[in-house]
């Protein structure tokens, strides 16, 4: 509404503008010298280039003349090539001698062939936003303020207005719809002070959606006061015939009569004796607006409006499915009757006088509201409203309220929910500036569910208050109802719900009393249905102190039982609560089964079927607290108290005992490697477990959490390893997170542990700190891999640093230092001393045999693997027996290409003790390299045969050593295969 004062202001300086330029080119006497100078003015007023590609023809007595031809608009850039505005003829005319006293008496303006073409885009942005480009937003605004003066208006066409052969296009992308107005011609009289002017206007016009057309003419007669600025237009009739398919064979006639008024100094308009008739319907009343030029703030109308066939008017203006659907119902009339006052500025909504008869429903009722954007409205009134189909009337009102409105989409979800009739009778007296609110009468019933209160109140936000009533809702065959609202979820599980209270009291004292909800849950995945859940919970609340308080409430059903009790303060300002929380032991997998819930995949599909809780809570809006809280997940028994403050911020401290727990239980089943073995799903150490969840945390999460956490596990099974005493404490804050220290005690040894991850710069840093001491291998391996070819007591540590945003870069960036030793112990399944006395006996007998059930002793394994950049180097890989001594270089694991290239050397020494000691003295000083390479997952091990062979076989033919290879390699084929296994 702004803009268009402008824009009609912006027009009125530049009619005025082309007079004064063809006064100073009409002296010049060859107005075509200054085409170029006229259209750069106008283009600069305009926002828009601006053309006369015809001839401009200009005289100056006794009128001053400017006449021009093919005037051309440019259009908005990304709407095409036509022009905005294009007009084959165009022509002003003023009195000469006038203008020397500065009066002007204007001619009648004369229009011929214009084409407008108007378009919005599918955003909504239409090509006419930008004129006037040069008007600034303070501009504009200074111009609504000031107002628009009629006077200038009427003295610029006080000549009469000549429009001939117009037309107007108008593409809207966004409705995906186009409306044509053609051969439109506009006359009006001359306008004279006091004497009223004649209005022609005749068009046809063409919509393509729905796909109608006519020929439409108005006329009218204009009374007008500059002084007061007060007009009326008195009669105005208009009759248009409409042809389409939608109104079949016969055209439609429909006319249109009444009043307009407009007082712009009150800035308002009217419309009086209003009649409008056509396609079988009648419309008649008044209306009368207020706030015009700033923006409507008052609407006042009375309107009759009666009709035999409302699937034919929504098939003619709407045109979509829900005329289909109106035109199968038997009655299709429709009378509606409405007074309705809207009053913004004052918050008032008045409708006096409210009576609907529509599609069989029948609705009156009275209602006003006062004071509705304030703190303390008032409501009062009644309705009464039945009917055997709500939702196709919600459509009726969303329709008309828009295409795309809310309440059209919910009644068309709502047209498959079954139940469709619907009744509903309520009165009403609400007043919160005087405390009263008065409901004696409530009942609603509808779409499955009835509703029905009476509620009477008075003094509220006094001493004095006082309140008293009832509530109970009913519901069933809920399913298509949650269907229709897209709540598949409920829709699958929830059939009945049944509320019920009664409540009296003052603000002092108010009980509530039953409190009762009781909820039916049935469908596919619930066992003989339907399943009742039942909700008891009888309350008192203290307005005046804000205090609410549960003394005891129960929640059974689905093979729950819940109970607790609840108390809350400061309500209404700052609220704060405070009680207790028991649920006894519990089935969560059958009952998420039930409900229709996904639970986490887990390898033992027996876990949480024993699940119970126990706790006391405290807290508001803003932070909780569970003290004394104790649960029970299967066979574990936990313990601990848990804080979070601050929920916009939050900072977490938690303290949580476990007795046991087989946390292996609870992780997705273990996936398979390419060579068919199962992997773990989870790192053994704890904080390698940390590590790997920690990168998959985004950055900014991290730097904003706040978290102090400890917790203990006396027996923990994870990765099938069995640890004991398990100690974390987790700090989280500024954007490091410390798990220090970490520790447990596992197979007669103990673990310590560090885990730093630092996400304070772009890029996250993580270091690890690991120590394993006195640790019993052979027990260890058997859990974890059920395969154990070590046993021994053995040292570990490590300390290693890592970079990256994601696992990947994390494995590529892993850089530090390890050191390993194994004392005491043996290598199971194979027995160097007789493998290398097998060797002896292949150099005097040509025969070699190897058993598997046998093992190497050593008194000592070390090494110190370096990581450099993923990769695992160990080049001082040391082992020593009594007779033998190990070593070893290469690549132990690629952790980024999960590989492995290794080389390990067995070598006799000089020694009569340990296995086969004096047998082996012989031979002192072979070396059996042995190479490991391929997958991490599935090496292979391949000792250099043909090398040993002959450094203890000499003057052996070629032929003699290739039989003998294949002779060893057969026979080590079993172990080889064990070992890598």
């Known amino acids: 509404?702004?803009?268009?004062?402008?824009?009609?202001?912006?027009?009125?300086?530049?009619?005025?503008?082309?007079?004064?330029?063809?006064?100073?080119?009409?002296?010049?006497?060859?107005?075509?010298?200054?085409?170029?100078?006229?259209?750069?003015?106008?283009?600069?007023?305009?926002?828009?280039?601006?053309?006369?590609?015809?001839?401009?023809?200009?005289?100056?007595?006794?009128?001053?003349?400017?006449?021009?031809?093919?005037?051309?608009l440019e259009n908005a850039e990304g709407f095409g090539d036509l022009p905005l505005l294009a007009a084959d003829h165009v022509m002003v005319r003023v009195k000469t001698l006038p203008l020397l006293t500065k009066q002007l008496e204007m001619d009648t303006v004369v229009l011929k062939g214009a084409r407008i073409n108007l378009a919005k885009n599918k955003d909504s942005i239409s090509n006419w936003e930008d004129l006037g480009g040069g008007t600034t937003e303070k501009e504009l605004e200074k111009a609504v303020d000031k107002g628009f003066d009629m006077a200038n208006l009427a003295v610029l066409l006080q000549g009469g207005v000549d429009i001939q052969d117009a037309a107007?296009?108008?593409?809207?992308?966004?409705?995906?719809?186009?409306?044509?107005?053609?051969?439109?011609?506009?006359?009006?009289?001359?306008?004279?002070p006091g004497d009223p002017v004649d209005l022609k206007l005749a068009f046809h016009g063409q919509a393509t959606s729905p796909e109608i057309s006519g020929n439409a003419a108005l006329e009218g007669k204009i009374f007008h006061d500059f002084a007061t600025g007060q007009y009326q237009i008195t009669p105005f009739s208009a009759?248009?015939?409409?042809?389409?398919?939608?109104?079949?064979?016969?055209?439609?006639?429909?006319?249109?009569?009444?009043?307009?008024?407009?007082?712009?100094?009150?800035?308002?308009?009217?419309?009086?004796?209003?009649?409008?008739?056509?396609?079988?319907?009648?419309?008649?009343?008044?209306?009368?607006?207020?706030?015009?030029?700033?923006?409507?703030?008052?609407?006042?109308?009375?309107?009759?409006?009666?009709?035999?066939?409302?699937?034919?008017?929504?098939?003619v203006f709407e045109g979509g499915p829900l005329s289909a659907q109106l035109a199968g119902l038997p009655d299709r009339s429709f009378d509606v009757?409405?007074?309705?006052?809207?009053?913004?500025?004052?918050?008032?909504?008045?409708?006096?006088?409210?009576?609907?008869?529509?599609?069989?429903?029948?609705?009156?009722?009275?209602?006003?509201?006062?004071?509705?954007?304030?703190?303390?409205?008032?409501?009062?009134?009644?309705?009464?409203?039945?009917?055997?189909?709500?939702?196709?009337?919600?459509?009726?009102?969303?329709?008309?309220?828009?295409?795309?409105?809310?309440?059209?989409?919910?009644?068309?979800?709502?047209?498959?929910?079954?139940?469709?009739?619907?009744?509903?009778?309520?009165?009403?007296?609400?007043?919160?500036?005087?405390?009263?609110?008065?409901?004696?009468?409530?009942?609603?019933?509808?779409?499955?569910?009835?509703?029905?209160?009476?509620?009477?109140?008075?003094?509220?936000g006094s001493k004095k208050a006082d309140l008293e009533g009832q509530v109970a809702l009913e519901g069933g065959q809920l399913g298509l109802l949650f269907t229709a609202l897209e709540q598949t979820a409920l829709a699958a599980v929830l059939d009945t719900v049944s509320v019920k209270t009664s409540f009296k009291g003052n603000s002092q004292d108010l009980v509530m009393t039953p409190l009762q909800a009781r909820f039916g849950l049935a469908g596919k995945q619930i066992p003989n249905p339907p399943v009742f859940v039942t909700l008891d919970a009888p309350a008192r609340i203290q307005f005046d102190s804000q205090i609410l308080d549960l003394a005891s409430f129960s929640l059974k059903g689905l093979d729950l039982d819940?109970?607790?009790?609840?108390?809350?303060?400061?309500?209404?300002?700052?609220?704060?609560?405070?009680?207790?929380?028991?649920?006894?032991?519990?089935?969560?997998?059958?009952?998420?089964?039930?409900?229709?819930?996904?639970?986490?995949?887990?390898?033992?599909?027996?876990?949480?079927?024993?699940?119970?809780?126990?706790?006391?809570?405290?807290?508001?809006?803003?932070?909780?607290?569970?003290?004394?809280?104790?649960?029970?997940?299967?066979?574990?028994?936990?313990?601990?108290?848990?804080?979070?403050?601050?929920?916009?911020?939050?900072?977490?401290?938690?303290?949580?005992?476990?007795?046991?727990?087989n946390a292996d239980r609870y992780m997705p089943e273990a996936s398979e490697d390419p060579g068919g073995k199962k992997q773990p799903a989870r790192p053994v150490t704890p904080e390698t477990a940390a590590a790997a969840a920690a990168?998959?945390?985004?950055?900014?999460?991290?730097?904003?959490?706040?978290?102090?956490?400890?917790?203990?596990?006396?027996?923990?099974?994870?990765?099938?390893?069995?640890?004991?005493?398990?100690?974390?404490?987790?700090?989280?804050?500024?954007?490091?997170?410390t798990k220090d220290p970490l520790s447990a005690d596992l197979y007669k040894g103990t673990y310590a542990g560090k885990v730093v991850l630092d996400a304070t710069k772009n890029i996250p840093k993580l270091a690890i700190d690991t120590t394993l001491k006195g640790v019993e291998v052979e027990p260890l391996l058997m859990d974890m891999t059920q395969n154990a070819l070590i046993r021994g007591t053995g040292d570990v540590t490590a300390d290693l640093t890592t970079t990256g945003l994601d696992v990947d870069a994390m494995k590529q960036n892993l850089n530090g230092n390890m050191a390993f030793s194994f004392k005491n112990g043996a290598v199971k399944g194979f027995n160097a001393g007789k493998f290398l006395r097998s060797l002896k006996s292949l150099r005097e007998s040509r025969t070699f045999a190897v058993s598997e059930q046998e093992e190497t002793d050593f008194t000592e394994l070390t090494g110190n693997p370096v990581v450099k950049n993923g990769v695992v180097f160990l080049d001082d890989l040391a082992g020593k027996s009594p007779a033998l001594r190990v070593s070893g270089t290469g690549i132990v694991a690629d952790i980024v290409t999960q590989t492995i290239d290794y080389t390990a050397v067995i070598t006799v020494v000089e020694t009569s003790k340990g296995q086969a000691g004096k047998e082996?003295?012989?031979?002192?000083?072979?070396?059996?390299?042995?190479?490991?390479?391929?997958?991490?997952?599935?090496?292979?091990i391949t000792p250099d045969i043909t090398g040993v062979i002959t450094s203890i076989?000499?003057?052996?033919?070629?032929?003699?050593?290739?039989?003998?290879?294949?002779?060893?390699?057969?026979?080590?084929?079993?172990?080889?295969?064990g070992l890598s296994n």
């Open 953 to 977: 076989i000499t003057n052996v033919p070629p032929e003699t050593v290739d039989q003998l290879k294949k002779s060893v390699e057969k026979e080590l084929g079993r172990f080889l295969k």
């Open 337 to 460: 009757k409405a007074k309705i006052v809207t009053d913004t500025d004052k918050g008032m909504v008045s409708v006096s006088k409210l009576a609907v008869q529509m599609l069989g429903a029948d609705i009156t009722g009275e209602l006003e509201a006062k004071k509705i954007r304030s703190a303390a409205p008032s409501l009062t009134g009644d309705v009464t409203a039945t009917g055997p189909d709500l939702p196709t009337l919600l459509q009726v009102a969303g329709t008309l309220g828009g295409s795309g409105s809310r309440l059209a989409v919910l009644g068309k979800r709502l047209a498959a929910s079954g139940k469709k009739a619907f009744h509903m009778e309520t009165r009403f007296d609400v007043d919160m500036e005087q405390g009263r609110i008065m409901l004696p009468v409530l009942d609603v019933a509808g779409l499955g569910i009835t509703v029905k209160a009476n509620v009477i109140a008075s003094h509220l």
């Open 562 to 661: 819940v109970t607790g009790t609840l108390n809350a303060r400061q309500f209404q300002t700052s609220p704060e609560f405070s009680g207790s929380l028991s649920v006894a032991q519990f089935n969560l997998r059958d009952i998420m089964q039930k409900l229709n819930l996904p639970l986490p995949a887990t390898s033992d599909t027996r876990v949480f079927e024993k699940v119970a809780v126990k706790t006391d809570f405290a807290g508001s809006f803003a932070d909780i607290r569970l003290t004394g809280f104790s649960a029970v997940l299967d066979d574990s028994q936990m313990n601990g108290n848990l804080a979070v403050k601050n929920f916009s911020d939050p900072d977490i401290t938690c303290d949580l005992a476990v007795d046991k727990i």
């Open 920 to 940: 082996l003295t012989e031979l002192a000083g072979v070396s059996v390299p042995i190479f490991v390479k391929g997958a991490l997952s599935d090496p292979s």
């Open 1 to 72: 509404m702004k803009k268009g004062f402008v824009f009609v202001s912006l027009g009125l300086g530049i009619v005025i503008l082309l007079v004064v330029i063809a006064g100073v080119i009409a002296l010049n006497l060859d107005p075509n010298r200054y085409k170029a100078y006229i259209t750069g003015k106008i283009s600069q007023q305009m926002g828009r280039q601006f053309e006369i590609k015809g001839d401009l023809k200009v005289a100056y007595y006794p009128w001053l003349h400017i006449e021009a031809s093919q005037v051309f």
């Open 239 to 315: 009759r248009a015939q409409l042809a389409g398919p939608a109104l079949g064979k016969t055209p439609a006639l429909l006319t249109l009569a009444c009043s307009v008024k407009m007082d712009l100094a009150k800035d308002t308009i009217s419309v009086t004796d209003l009649l409008a008739t056509g396609m079988d319907t009648r419309a008649a009343g008044d209306i009368s607006i207020g706030g015009v030029k700033s923006g409507i703030s008052l609407v006042d109308m009375d309107l009759d409006v009666t009709g035999k066939d409302l699937a034919q008017l929504f098939k």
């Open 695 to 737: 990168v998959q945390i985004p950055v900014e999460l991290l730097r904003a959490l706040k978290l102090k956490a400890a917790l203990t596990i006396e027996d923990l099974v994870v990765t099938g390893a069995k640890l004991s005493r398990v100690q974390v404490q987790v700090n989280a804050k500024d954007g490091i997170l």
């Open 168 to 192: 107007v296009r108008f593409d809207d992308r966004s409705m995906d719809v186009t409306y044509t107005v053609s051969d439109l011609d506009i006359t009006t009289g001359m306008v004279t």
